[in-house]
């Protein structure tokens, strides 16, 4: 049986984990472009076109030249390190 003190500990070193891990910054980095294009595209209909469409539409007009970009940008990072 695990003692309940030890979960918050537990619960804590996994949110960190997750913060710090690679693909979660990956993930945060993209949903801020598609904000981005989320906000472009309403101001152009007049209207708030959703999350859902601005994510379609991003990823089919913007991903992967996005994604190409930003593999340039973080390799010269890397090797520096």
Known sequence: ???SADEPAAEE???QFLKNSVLYKEFLA???EVLK???IESEKAGSDIGFEKALLDWIV?????????RIRELRPAKMSS
């Open 37 to 39: 294009h989320k906000w």
């Open 13 to 15: 070193a996994s949110s």
């Open 1 to 3: 049986m695990k003692d």
């Open 61 to 69: 007009k913007h991903r992967s030249t996005w994604r190409d970009r």
């Open 30 to 32: 993209e949903r801020e």
